[in-house]
C-alpha cells in the first residue's frame, strides 16, 4: 500500500506451533523502533507456563524496581497461553495483558476474549512485549502470512475511538472477507489519552454480523500506557485456524472433551443461566435478591428499580440466534450485542451502533451502582466507555464515589463545572465520560481515578479525609469491582489479598461465606483464599476462560463431595492442557502452576515497593456501615449482630456507639483473616512469601530471593 | 429432499453400510469413520445418522454447515475450524468425529450404504425439507 | 424453630415445604443444594417436601459468578 509509511521492518520465518507453544515472544521498541524475536526456554514453560505467567516474567525483566506506568521502560506485554486458540473446548482463547498500572504502580493483569492472543500465537509469537515511546502515533503490524513485523506510521487523519478505528484498520490491513476474519486490532481510544482507567479493545471479525466486535483488557489502565507510549493500534493476521493449530499432542483427547461439554451446554443453560442467551447480566437480579448488589456507591445491595435492568430485560435487547462466542468453538457463547442501537449524546450522537454488551459488571458498575437504572443510558454509556477506551468498571465505582461526593456536598456544581453528578444522573455521568474523551473540565479530574481524587478533594475541596477515604471503594489504586463484601469476610480478603487490586477474578466467595455459611472459621476462609485464587488463576496461565467452569453445570454435579469445586469440568481442563501439551498433570500441580507465577507477582509488587501488609488495607464501606443511613438500612441485622458477636445489648446504645463497636469489630477480624490467609500462603505477618516457600515452589530465582530478603 | 431411511426389522447386523461409509468418504475400512452407527440394543437394531434437521447451522462460528439446493446439509471443510459445537448441539448425536480428522463428519444421503445393504434395510427416501433449523442457537 | 445453614434460626410452620422455605428467604438462584438434617432432597421434591420442626436444613448456592 503505497501511503504505507513504514518505520521499520522485521522478516521472519513463522514457526510451526508445538504442543501450544510457537516458542518464541515478539519483542517491539516503538523509541528505538526495533523488532527482535526472543526464545521461549524450557525454564518459562516450566516455571510460568505462558499468558499471565509470561507476562510477568518479560516485563519483570524489561522493567527497574523505580519503573514508573508512563516511563518509556514500561511494556505491555499480552499472551494467551499454551490451550490458548483450542476450538474444541468452551472458552479456550483467552488472553493476558499485563503492565504496570497508573493507578496502582504495580502490575495489572487483565483477561479478555477476542482473536488476538491466538492469532498471534498462529502468526509465530507465544506473546508480545511493546516497551518505549514513540515521537508519533504508530502502528504495529503482525503478518503472520508473510512473516512480517512492521512499525508504521500511523496517518494524521486515521481515528482514534475503536468503533471508527477498526474498520480504518481493517480497510488498510484486510483485502478479503477472509482477510478480515484472519486479523485482529488491539486499540484504546480519546478516553485513554486523558484518564487513567483506560482499557484495551481486543477485537474479532463476526462472521454473522459481517462487522468488528470488541472484547475488553478492562482492568488497570492498560489502554492509558497503549496511548501514552503513542501506540494507535497492535494489528495481527493469522494464517489461518483450525481444530489443530495449536499441533495438540492428544487431538482425540481434545475433541471427546470438548463435544461432551458442548452438549452439557446445550442441555443445561436453557434452564440455568441462559448464557447463550443473555450472558453474564443473569446475575443482577440474583444479587439483587440476596441483597448483593451495589447500589448508591456500595451503601446498599438492592433496589426497587432492579428489574428495570435484570437479565429478562437484555435478553429481550440482546439479538437472540446468533453464535456470540468471542473464541471459535465456545458454546457458552456469552458475547452478545445489542444492535442498530441509536446514540443520544456526544460525538457520534444518531449513529446506530452496535453495542458489545453489557455485561454484569457495566450493568452493576454504571447502573445500579450509580443509581441508574435507564437500561439505554447504561448502553450508551457502556458505548462510549469502550469505543473512548475507558474501563466501565472503574468508571461506574469511581462515578459512584463522586455521585456519594456531590450528594454529600464535597462536590457541586461548582466544581463540576455544572454537572449534575446526583446518584441516578444519567446525563451527568456522560457529560463527565464526553469530557474524559476531549480531556477537559471535571473529566480530567475524575478520569484520575479515585485514589488520586480522594486525595485531590480532600487537598482542594476541604473534603473530610476520613469520610473519603471510607467511602472510595479502592484498594491499592484500583476501583473495586461490583459486589457488596460488606457481609462477607472472605469476599473483602478476596478483594483486599489480590495481588493486582480489587478484582473478583481471584476470589468470588460471597454466597459460600456470606450465604451457606460454608466457611465459619478463619481457617476455612484462609483454605478457601488459597484454593480458589489459585484455581482461578490457572485460566490466565493456559489461555482459558473461567466461565465454563461455572456458569453452566450439569446437576449430577451436587452429588459430589466438593460441589463447590466442580470437579468433572477441573477434569475437562486437565484432559485439555494434556491434551494440547503432552505433559501429564495433576490437580496439585495445576494448583502449583499457579502458586508459582502467583507469589512471583506478589514479590514483583514487593519490588515495586507496594507489596507489604500495609498495601492489603481495604476502604471501610468494603467492611462495613460507614454512615448512619446504611446503618439503618439494615438495622435488625446491625442490631442482631452486635448481640451474637458481642454480647452487646443495642437498645442501650446510640447508633454512634453502635456504629463504633462494629468498626471497631470487623476491622479486626479483617485483620486476623489476613494473618489466617499470610499463614496458609506462606508468607510472613507483613505478607512476604519465604524463602521456604518459593523454594518449595521452585521460584527461589536469585531476582526474586534478593527482593524477599531486603524483608524477612 | 432424498435422506437415508432405516427398516429395523430387515436389519441382520452385519454392519456393511458402515464399511461401505467409511471406505467411500475416508478411503477405509473403519466403522469409527462411519457416517451412519448401526447399534443392537436388547435384541433390537437401530441406526444412527443425519436426518438433515438442520439444527446444527445456526450454532456454527464460521458458517461452515448449510443446507444445499436439495435440501442436504453439507459441511464446508475448508471453513470448518474443527470446534464440534454441531457434535454438541445435534439432536440426535449423528454429527460425529475421530481423532484423526480436525473436522468433523455427517451423513449426505448419498445412497452409498442403502446400495450395499443385503437385507434391503436402508433405501434413500424422498421427504419434506424442513424449512428452518428446530433449534435456537 | 428450624436452623438454617448452621447459622440462622427461623420459625418453624406446620406444613413448611422447602419450595415455601425457599421463597420466604428469597432464595431465587435455582442451584442449590437443599438437605435437611443431612440428607439431599431433589429438585422434584421441594414442593411436596416437608421440613421438620428442629431441624437443620442446608442451603448451598453453588455459584461462583463472576
Known sequence: MSDRNILTEFTYERPTVERGYAGQTLY???????????????????????????????????????????????????STGPCGGTTQYPGSGKSIAVTISPLTGIPIDSNVGGHFGPYLKFAGWDAIEVQGKAEKDVIIYIDGQAGRVTIEEAPADAPTDTH???????????????????????????????????????????????????????????????????????????????GDANHPADLGRLQATGAEMHREVRTFDDKQNRMRRRGTPYLVQIMDDYDLLPVHNFKFGSHPDTPKINGDVWEARMTQGLPDGCWYGCTVSCAHAVDGFELKTGPYKGEKVIVDGPEYETVAGVGSNCGIFDPDAILEINFYCDTYGIDTISFGTAMAFAMECYEAGILDKDKTGGIDLSFGSAAGALEVLHQMSRG???????????????????????????????????????????????????????????????????????????????????????????????????????????????????????????????????????????????????????????????????????????????????????????????????????????REWLGLDPTTMTVEEKMAAHRKYRQERYEKLIDAVYKRRGWTENGVPTLEKLRALGMDLPEVVAVVEKHL | MKVLSFIPELCVGCHVCEEVCSETWFKVVDPARSRIRIIEKDGSMSALYCVQAGDCIAVCPVNALSRNKQGIVLLKKKECVGCLSCVGFCPYGAMFFHPDETTPFKCVACGKCAEACPAGALEIVEVETPSAPGVQA | MIRINNRDEIDWEEGLTVAALLERLRYSYPHIIVTIDGQVVHTEEYESRLIPDGSNVRLIHLIAGG
Not at chain 1, 466486535?213 to 497492535?234: E, F, N, S, W
Open chain 1, 28 to 78: 517491539v521498541d516503538v523509541s528505538d523502533r526495533r523488532v527482535a524475536a526472543r526464545p521461549v526456554t524450557a525454564m518459562m514453560k516450566e516455571k510460568f507456563v505462558g499468558g499471565r505467567g509470561f507476562d510477568l516474567w518479560l516485563l519483570w525483566n524489561g522493567v527497574r524496581d523505580t519503573t514508573r506506568w508512563n516511563d518509556p521502560e514500561n511494556e505491555i506485554v499480552i
Open chain 1, 440 to 642: 477537559e473540565g471535571f473529566g480530567l479530574i475524575f478520569g484520575l481515578g479515585i485514589r488520586r481524587m480522594q486525595d485531590y478533594f480532600i487537598e482542594h475541596f476541604g473534603a473530610d479525609p476520613g469520610f473519603v477515604r471510607d467511602i472510595g471503594m479502592q484498594a491499592k489504586g484500583l476501583e473495586y469491582s461490583e459486589y457488596l463484601t460488606k457481609e462477607s469476610l472472605a469476599q473483602q480478603g478476596g478483594y483486599g489479598l489480590t495481588n493486582k487490586g480489587p478484582q473478583h477474578d481471584e476470589a468470588w466467595l460471597i454466597f459460600m461465606d456470606m450465604v451457606n455459611n460454608e466457611l465459619p472459621t478463619f481457617e476455612d476462609k484462609a483454605e478457601a483464599l488459597h484454593y480458589f485464587p489459585m484455581w482461578r488463576t490457572w485460566f490466565g496461565l493456559c489461555g482459558f476462560c473461567k466461565l465454563p467452569w461455572n456458569d453452566v453445570v450439569d446437576p449430577k454435579n451436587k452429588l459430589t463431595p466438593e460441589p463447590q469445586k466442580i470437579m468433572h469440568h477441573v477434569e475437562n481442563y486437565r484432559q485439555i492442557f494434556m491434551g494440547v501439551t503432552g505433559l501429564e498433570i495433576t490437580y496439585d500441580d495445576m494448583i502449583t502452576m499457579s502458586e508459582r507465577v502467583y507469589n512471583f507477582q506478589r514479590v514483583f509488587n514487593i519490588r515495586l515497593g507496594h507489596g507489604l501488609r500495609a498495601d492489603d488495607a481495604v476502604p471501610y464501606r468494603s467492611v462495613g456501615p460507614v454512615t448512619v443511613e446504611e446503618y439503618e438500612s439494615r438495622a435488625a441485622r446491625y442490631d442482631s449482630q452486635l
Open chain 1, 164 to 242: 471508527l478505528l477498526g474498520p480504518w484498520l481493517m480497510a488498510r490491513y484486510a483485502q478479503s472477507e477472509e482477510d478480515r476474519e484472519l486479523t485482529s486490532i488491539v486499540s484504546a481510544g480519546t478516553g485513554a489519552e486523558h484518564a487513567l482507567m483506560g482499557c484495551l479493545n481486543f477485537s474479532l471479525y463476526d462472521r454473522r454480523r459481517r462487522a468488528l466486535r470488541y472484547k475488553q483488557a478492562g482492568r488497570g489502565g492498560i489502554g492509558t500506557v497503549l496511548r501514552d507510549k503513542k501506540v494507535k493500534a497492535i494489528v495481527v493476521r493469522s494464517p489461518g485456524v483450525s
